[in-house]
Structures are given as structure tokens and as C-alpha cells.
């Protein structure tokens, strides 16, 4: 199924985008896992903040886990010199970003940075990429740079094809250097999207394969819920967008937000999505809402790129990131795809009266044992049983005619702990928690047919 829609919908992509080469890396061939500054202090990262996470990392074991990269967001460019050469700020990073590459790369970890496809960033003007494609390529892979984020907050013309002409020009850039560096799209320009409405970067994640190694698909997302900078925009494009990741290519919701207060350790955030620039971050005050974000991107095959404190983690922060059956479910090198099973759109945005959100969601992704990771979530505000049932198995390619002979081993992935075997092709997760609660297994067929 995924594979024919992929088809009927990759010929509605190139009547309007041109065709060129892929991106020849070799990089992504599982989603990247590691820090990104933004959420958690915005444009204002410096050697200080990417060293003492850096340090958090290995102090708690990350690395091991494979989170590799440590990466700045917006602000880290200092300018220009009179050549175009860019370089970095000498306040925020007095050593040098070769030296803080090469720091890095010591600790088994790897740089990445950020720019935008039009112009200007938010640095300055005159800071953005276009136009500079081949020197700034060429001066990052210098100074060992190992990632590449690059937003859409200038490009013009603001449309697709627009801003696939200008990240084809980096993408070949990037090659032309020699050095394999992670590329990362972070587009807003809106298009035809894959489910046949307008406007918003989803096209992004069909035209992913040829552009980069990850590709944003919708809004930022800074806590869980509806809204511009909510989860749910996010989630709902993940159901069409994501199903053309692949290893080398994923779709990216955004990053991983927490629940915590940076500013005080240990403390809850203030409020769903506040930014005290430099000082704050965009969070979620709801503890179990980070988990379930946590999973469900595991699920999706997204990007886990933590953004907030690492060095200040709550003991239920930790668990959750660094939780290696999760982890090794977002890293399967089977490279397949997640699909929602169950449930529908989280939020709809025409009239309530014409479609009313789901209130629950299933999410699947095949594992390369021939397993399945299924989270149940429930978003409705009390607690309630959540089931996939025979249409939501057959999504995710089994033949439920023979449903008595089925049987299914059923793992907790939380709990890291087995749970007695399944009958049938149907199970329900009871009394998943409500407010997003959720419950992460791994599913086994031991016995009957499969599609």
C-alpha cells in the first residue's frame, strides 16, 4: 500500500519540480539522534553551551546510545569577511568552530550548523546561503562541520519550486566538497502536498529523497497539542508526508521538547511553549507528554534531536531518552516507514461541526525481525481503552481471514518487560492514561498467514 501511493503520488511531484541528482552522502541511513540548541536557547548557543552538552552527553551515556550530533541553531555567524568567506561570532565562539569541531570529533560526537537558503538569517542580512553556496560549503567542510540545517526564512521566490531550485544548488554544493556532511531542510515555502489541499512545506517530505537527509514537513512544534506550534499540525502530516522516508531521507517533524524549566533545575516549565530568549525554552509542562512525543517520533522514524538542558535531566527524562528499546526501534535498519493504523487527524482545521478530531491514534512501523512497534495513544481528556483492531492490523499487513489462528507475542517497550500473548487479530491497550497518554509494544505474529 505504501509503496503504490508513493507511486501515484510521485507523479504529481515532478509536473511542478524539476529533476535532478540525489544527495550522494552516504549519511542517514537511520534517523540522527543528538542535540539541537533552539528549543532550548534559541539563536543565542555558544562554544560554552555546545561543549556542556557535549560533556552531558557522554556524562550520561548518550553517545553509547548514538546520539552523535551536537548542533547550533540561528546565531552562531559572526559575518562576512570582505572575500564572502563567513565566520563564526567571536563572543559566542571565541576558539574558532575548527576548534570546536575538532573537540567534538575527540569526544566521538559531530558539529553541526545552520544557515538559510535565501539571503539573510537570523544573524544579520547578507547571512543567509544564496549566493554563497559554494564558499560556505566549502568553509564549513574546512572547519570539519558534520551537519547541516537550513531554514527558509528569507527565500524567495516563497514557493516549491523555489525553494527546491535554491536546496538543490546547496545539496550540490555540499557534495561538491568531498566531505560527507549531513543535510538538513527546514522549509516553510508552501506547495501542493501529497494529500491534494495547498499550501505548507509537506511536499518537503515526498521530495526529500532527492533534496537531503532529513526534511522538515510542517510547523515547529514546542509542546504537545493543537495549534501553529503544537504537535498535532506535525502529526497528521507525518500520516502522508513520512511515508516516504527512507534510509538516507526522513521526513522531520521538529525537534523533542521537554517538560522541565532550564532556568531553574529541576523545575516544571511555566507554560506550554514559552521562549525566554537565551535564558528559557519552548516546553511542555506535562511530564508524560515528552514521552509520548519521545515514542511516537520513535515510531515515525523521525529525527530524535533533543532540545533542551541535558546536563539538568530529571531521572524520568533520562529513562525516556535513553530508553535502548525505543531507541532501537527509531534506529531498525530496516528503514521502513511509520503509518498511522488508527485514529485519524488530531486536529482538523475546517468547522468541529464538519470533522471532529480523533480523540485517539495507532501508530505502526515494521521492524526488520518482522515485528511491529505499535503506540496507542489516547488524547481525550480521561482516561479510555484504545484498540487496533482487524482493520488496523490489516493496515499493517496482515491477513486477518484466519483471525482465531493468530497469535501475536506482545512486548512492553516502556517497561521493558513481556506481557502474555495476544489472540486474534485485534488488541487494546486499556486504561491508557488521557491528556496524550500512551503505551509503546512491540508485536510479533507467532503463528497464520502474512500478506
Same mark, same amino acid.
Given at each position: 500500500?505504501?509503496?503504490?501511493?508513493?507511486? +501515484?503520488?510521485?507523479?504529481?511531484?515532478?509536473?511542478?519540480?524539476?529533476?535532478?541528482?540525489?544527495?550522494?552522502?552516504? %549519511?542517514?541511513?537511520?534517523?540522527?539522534?543528538?542535540?539541537?540548541?533552539?528549543?532550548?536557547?534559541?539563536?543565542?548557543?555558544?562554544?560554552?553551551?555546545?561543549?556542556?552538552?557535549?560533556?552531558?552527553?557522554?556524562?550520561?551515556? %548518550?553517545?553509547?546510545?548514538?546520539?552523535?550530533?551536537?548542533?547550533?541553531?540561528?546565531?552562531?555567524?559572526?559575518?562576512?569577511?570582505?572575500?564572502?568567506?563567513?565566520?563564526?561570532?567571536?563572543?559566542?565562539?571565541?576558539?574558532?568552530?575548527?576548534?570546536?569541531?575538532?573537540?567534538?570529533?575527540?569526544?566521538?560526537?559531530? %558539529?553541526?550548523?545552520?544557515?538559510?537558503?535565501?539571503?539573510?538569517?537570523?544573524?544579520?542580512?547578507?547571512?543567509?546561503?544564496?549566493?554563497?553556496?559554494?564558499?560556505?560549503?566549502?568553509?564549513?567542510?574546512?572547519?570539519?562541520?558534520?551537519?547541516?540545517?537550513?531554514?527558509?526564512?528569507?527565500?524567495?521566490?516563497?514557493?516549491?519550486?523555489?525553494?527546491?531550485?535554491?536546496?538543490?544548488?546547496?545539496?550540490?554544493?555540499?557534495?561538491?566538497?568531498?566531505?560527507?556532511?549531513?543535510?538538513?531542510? #527546514?522549509?516553510?515555502?508552501?506547495?501542493?502536498?501529497?494529500?491534494? !489541499?495547498?499550501?505548507?512545506?509537506?511536499?518537503?517530505?515526498?521530495? #526529500?529523497?532527492? %533534496?537531503?537527509?532529513?526534511?522538515?514537513?510542517?510547523?515547529?512544534?514546542?509542546?504537545?497539542?493543537?495549534?501553529?506550534?503544537?504537535?498535532?499540525?506535525?502529526?497528521?502530516?507525518?500520516?502522508?508526508?513520512?511515508?516516504?522516508?527512507?534510509?538516507?531521507?526522513?521526513?522531520?517533524?521538529?525537534?523533542?521538547?521537554?517538560?522541565?524549566?532550564?532556568?531553574?533545575?529541576?523545575?516544571?516549565?511555566?507554560?506550554?511553549?514559552?521562549?525566554?530568549?537565551?535564558?528559557?525554552?519552548?516546553?511542555?509542562?506535562?511530564?508524560?507528554?515528552?514521552?509520548?512525543?519521545?515514542?511516537?517520533?520513535?515510531?515515525?522514524?523521525?529525527?530524535?534531536?533533543?532540545?533542551?538542558?541535558?546536563?539538568?535531566?530529571?531521572?524520568?527524562?533520562?529513562?525516556?531518552?535513553?530508553?535502548?528499546?525505543?531507541?532501537?526501534?527509531?534506529?531498525?535498519?530496516?528503514?521502513?516507514?511509520?503509518?498511522?493504523?488508527?485514529?485519524?487527524?488530531? !486536529?482538523?482545521?475546517?468547522?468541529?461541526?464538519?470533522?471532529?478530531?480523533?480523540?485517539?491514534?495507532?501508530?505502526?512501523?515494521?521492524?526488520?525481525?518482522?515485528?511491529?512497534?505499535?503506540?496507542?495513544?489516547?488524547?481525550?481528556?480521561?482516561?479510555?481503552?484504545? +484498540? #487496533?483492531?482487524?482493520?488496523?492490523?490489516?493496515?499493517?499487513?496482515?491477513? #486477518?481471514?484466519?483471525?482465531?489462528?493468530?497469535?501475536?507475542?506482545?512486548?512492553?517497550?516502556?517497561?521493558?518487560?513481556?506481557?502474555?500473548?495476544?489472540?486474534?487479530?485485534?488488541?487494546?491497550?486499556?486504561?491508557?492514561?488521557?491528556?496524550?497518554?500512551?503505551?509503546?509494544?512491540?508485536?510479533?505474529?507467532?503463528?497464520?498467514?502474512?500478506?
Amino acid at each position: 500500500m505504501v509503496s503504490a501511493m508513493r507511486s +501515484t503520488l510521485s507523479l504529481s511531484l515532478l509536473c511542478v519540480l524539476p529533476i535532478t541528482m540525489g544527495l550522494n552522502n552516504g %549519511l542517514g541511513r537511520t534517523p540522527p539522534m543528538g542535540y539541537n540548541a533552539y528549543d532550548h536557547v534559541g539563536c543565542c548557543a555558544s562554544e560554552a553551551t555546545m561543549l556542556k552538552q557535549a560533556q552531558a552527553m557522554k556524562d550520561n551515556g %548518550l553517545i553509547e546510545l548514538g546520539y552523535t550530533y551536537v548542533n547550533s541553531d540561528c546565531g552562531w555567524i559572526g559575518g562576512r569577511h570582505p572575500n564572502g568567506t563567513l565566520y563564526e561570532s567571536p563572543t559566542k565562539f571565541p576558539s574558532g568552530m575548527k576548534s570546536l569541531a575538532d573537540k567534538l570529533h575527540s569526544m566521538g560526537l559531530k %558539529l553541526g550548523l545552520y544557515s538559510d537558503r535565501g539571503p539573510n538569517d537570523f544573524s544579520g542580512k547578507g547571512l543567509g546561503i544564496k549566493g554563497h553556496e559554494m564558499e560556505d560549503a566549502k568553509v564549513m567542510a574546512d572547519w570539519g562541520v558534520d551537519y547541516l540545517k537550513v531554514d527558509d526564512m528569507s527565500g524567495s521566490p516563497h514557493t516549491s519550486a523555489g525553494a527546491y531550485a535554491d536546496y538543490a544548488r546547496i545539496r550540490d554544493a555540499l557534495n561538491a566538497t568531498g566531505r560527507p556532511i549531513f543535510f538538513s531542510t #527546514c522549509g516553510h515555502s508552501p506547495g501542493h502536498n501529497a494529500n491534494g !489541499t495547498s499550501g505548507g512545506p509537506s511536499w518537503m517530505g515526498q521530495a #526529500c529523497p532527492e %533534496l537531503a537527509n532529513a526534511c522538515r514537513i510542517a510547523s515547529d512544534v514546542r509542546f504537545w497539542g493543537p495549534g501553529e506550534f503544537g504537535t498535532h499540525k506535525a502529526i497528521n502530516v507525518m500520516s502522508f508526508a513520512g511515508l516516504y522516508s527512507e534510509p538516507g531521507a526522513w521526513a522531520d517533524p521538529d525537534l523533542l521538547f521537554s517538560y522541565t524549566d532550564p532556568r531553574t533545575p529541576n523545575a516544571t516549565c511555566p507554560g506550554a511553549g514559552q521562549l525566554l530568549q537565551c535564558t528559557g525554552t519552548f516546553c511542555d509542562p506535562v511530564p508524560h507528554h515528552s514521552r509520548t512525543q519521545f515514542g511516537l517520533w520513535s515510531v515515525m522514524a523521525a529525527p530524535l534531536l533533543l532540545s533542551f538542558d541535558l546536563s539538568a535531566m530529571t531521572s524520568y527524562q533520562m529513562a525516556t531518552v535513553s530508553n535502548p528499546e525505543v531507541i532501537a526501534v527509531n534506529q531498525d535498519k530496516a528503514g521502513y516507514p511509520g503509518m498511522r493504523v488508527g485514529g485519524g487527524n488530531l !486536529t482538523d482545521f475546517s468547522p468541529p461541526s464538519v470533522h471532529a478530531p480523533s480523540t485517539w491514534n495507532v501508530w505502526a512501523r515494521k521492524l526488520d525481525d518482522e515485528s511491529h512497534a505499535v503506540i496507542f495513544i489516547n488524547t481525550a481528556n480521561a482516561t479510555a481503552d484504545v +484498540t #487496533c483492531d482487524s482493520q488496523c492490523f490489516a493496515k499493517m499487513g496482515y491477513d #486477518c481471514s484466519q483471525n482465531n489462528q493468530m497469535s501475536f507475542t506482545i512486548r512492553d517497550l516502556w517497561a521493558r518487560q513481556d506481557l502474555p500473548n495476544s489472540m486474534g487479530c485485534s488488541y487494546t491497550a486499556k486504561q491508557v492514561q488521557g491528556d496524550a497518554g500512551s503505551v509503546l509494544l512491540k508485536v510479533k505474529q507467532l503463528s497464520s498467514k502474512k500478506l
